[in-house]
């Protein structure tokens, strides 16, 4: 059937690929396309709620010793299980440390700490650290972001993305 085709079109004088044939055919290969990536990303925004993390807080610094006070926040529209929150800090933790149970040391400079559930929009429970430093800097500058948001899109990184200058002045600073 093929031979008979190749046949035709030499006939003719056309060459594979042109004519209407080959416009039909690219369309239908477009169609199917276009219906896969549409019905694919239909499919995995059904599967994922949407969450709209925040942190707000205060910190303030004395003599290399840090105290953070965070409250998590979901603007919605979907509730969030659970949410993981890594703080990063400009200069090394001391060695010894000693952190609330649901926060964990992640590196030389680094801890996450659990949200807990936050109800759209809702606020979550205050985390309180108490960190030291390695030595007694003079600033420190403090990084908050999401690492985990219990598996809901979070399109709006504005406000889960944070870096506060803190100063070693025993003043709050709020964020």
């Known amino acids: 059937m093929m031979e008979m085709r190749m046949r035709l079109r030499r006939r003719s004088g056309m060459r594979w690929g042109t ?5 039909v055919r690219g369309m239908g290969v477009a169609g199917v396309g276009s219906a896969l990536t549409l019905g694919g990303a239909s499919s995995v925004g059904a599967l994922a709620p949407e969450a709209d993390l925040a942190y707000h807080g205060s910190v303030a610094m004395a003599a290399g010793l840090v105290d953070l006070r965070l409250t998590p926040r979901n603007h919605g529209p979907s509730a969030v ?3 993981t929150v890594r703080l990063r800090w400009s200069a090394p933790l001391a060695d010894v440390q000693r952190l609330p149970g649901d926060c964990a ?6 801890v996450v700490c659990r949200t807990g559930p936050l109800e759209a929009d809702g606020l979550g429970d205050q985390m309180r650290l108490n960190v030291r430093l390695r030595g007694e ?3 420190v500058t403090l990084e908050i972001d999401t690492v985990w948001g219990g598996g809901a899109v979070d ?18 600073y709020v964020f």
Do not use: F, Y
């Open 19 to 23: 004519g209407i044939g080959a416009w």
């Open 81 to 83: 299980e659970d949410a």
């Open 105 to 110: 040391r992640s590196g030389e400079r680094a």
């Open 137 to 139: 800097p003079s600033e």
């Open 155 to 172: 399109r709006n990184h504005g406000n889960d993305r944070q870096r506060v200058l803190v100063l070693d002045t025993g003043d709050s």
